[in-house]
């Protein structure tokens, strides 16, 4: 059964998660998500649409190219009408400080770019505290891993270099390990999450295992430098580390060099021995940051995921919550597509968005079977104030 002792980390175990990246594609255009499904304008009624469906958490993110758009001057109009209507419809939200953009005037491979995100970090810190009641929740950085991947050695994604990503993962890191510093600064209410990729890399031969083998190490590479286990000079330490936040999708495992390994496949590894294993790693409480799928298969994919994550706190692992992310289906990075991927649609004209009904039947059953499965066991006092 669900291990019902696993602390309370959120208003709700579920959380729903908006799309909030801000960098530039390779053709130099910048995205901007939240503006691109409407969420910025329509945030009062987005948040009470998770209510209506249980969900009293989110993920969202704050635009730091907009609010900083010169040196050390802020401006918080794109954030005020969030935050408050986050606090109206008691959401409680994990503010993603840098989801892969960055002001134009600043140079990532400098050190400015660490000092002036910490000063953000600092300044948005202050503003949530004087806006907000209880303890904040912030991601400083997204998907450190998957940002050096794209960014520094694909050139996919801004800063657009090749074979630079062990350089940009630790300039990211110095600049995560600032911010969280400055937070608490400010704050020393702060929680924290990361939000890494957490994969399965297969060796297709016996010649592979070792290649393979070190590919699925680097997953923990970011965590491992931010909590000090790995080249402390960085500044890392284990209190640097709260809640271990991965992200998890249907293409998170792999054969090396070759394609996606396909749930039920026998070389695919359970998510709930993954989980047990980021947990053995670190010894701190989990969230599901990320995970979803595209189309029909929306629904299958959220009762797959609810089953590993049972099994994993049946065995102990302390998993706090499961973000169902993007909660909105959004506009594809590359080409504009409408990804089909949310709860809620895309707005329609009046900002009116309709419900996938598999999707929202299936999360109900989930959170039926939980709400069945904890009246057995005393309830926690949630980790929050």
């Not at 602390?7 to 909030?20: D, H, K, Q, T």
Request: hydrophobic letters at 45%; charged letters at 25%.
């Amino acid at each position: 059964m669900v291990a019902d002792a696993t602390p309370a980390l959120f208003r709700s175990f579920f959380l729903g998660g908006f799309e909030c990246s801000t960098h530039r594609r390779r053709d130099g255009r910048r995205l901007d998500l939240l503006a691109g499904t409407r969420h910025d304008r329509l945030a009062a009624a987005d948040y009470q649409a998770l209510r209506e469906h249980g969900i009293a958490a989110a993920r969202d993110g704050l635009r730091w190219h907009l609010i900083e758009q010169a040196p050390g001057e802020y401006d918080w109009s794109s954030v005020l009408p969030m935050l408050r209507a986050a606090e109206t419809a008691g959401v409680q939200v994990i503010w993603d400080l840098c989801h892969y953009g960055w002001p134009d005037d600043l140079d990532i491979w400098s050190p400015a770019f660490v000092e002036r995100f910490a000063a953000f970090a600092a300044a948005a810190a202050r503003l949530v505290r004087e806006e907000t009641v209880a303890a904040p929740f912030y991601c400083p950085i997204n998907e450190i891993s998957f940002w050096s991947w794209a960014g520094g050695e694909m050139g996919r994604i801004n800063p657009g270099a090749r074979r630079q990503g062990g350089a940009l993962k630790r300039q990211l890191v110095r600049a995560a390990i600032a911010a969280i510093r400055a937070i608490r600064a400010e704050d020393p209410r702060a929680r924290f999450i990361t939000a890494e990729p957490l994969i399965h890399v297969v060796a297709g031969t016996k010649r592979a295992a070792r290649h393979a083998e070190t590919y699925r190490l680097f997953q923990f590479e970011a965590v491992d430098l931010l909590s000090g286990r790995a080249e402390p000079e960085l500044g890392g330490a284990a209190d640097l580390i709260d809640i271990i936040g991965v992200n998890y999708y249907p293409d998170n495992q792999w054969y090396h060099g070759g394609p996606t390994v396909p749930l039920g496949h026998h070389a695919y590894r359970p998510l709930s021995d993954m989980l047990a294993e980021a947990h053995r790693r670190y010894g701190r409480p989990l969230l599901i940051a990320e995970t979803g799928a595209e189309g029909s298969a929306r629904a299958a994919w959220l009762h797959y995921v609810c089953a590993e994550v049972e099994a994993a706190r049946a065995a102990g692992v302390p998993v706090g919550g499961l973000c169902l992310y993007p909660v909105l289906d959004y506009p594809g990075w590359d080409n504009g597509r409408i990804c089909q991927a949310g709860l809620f649609s895309m707005a329609g004209p009046a900002g009116e968005r309709a419900v996938f009904p598999p999707l929202a039947q299936e999360l109900r059953r989930q959170q039926e079977s939980m709400g069945r499965k904890s009246e057995h066991s005393p309830s926690p006092d949630p980790v929050f104030s």
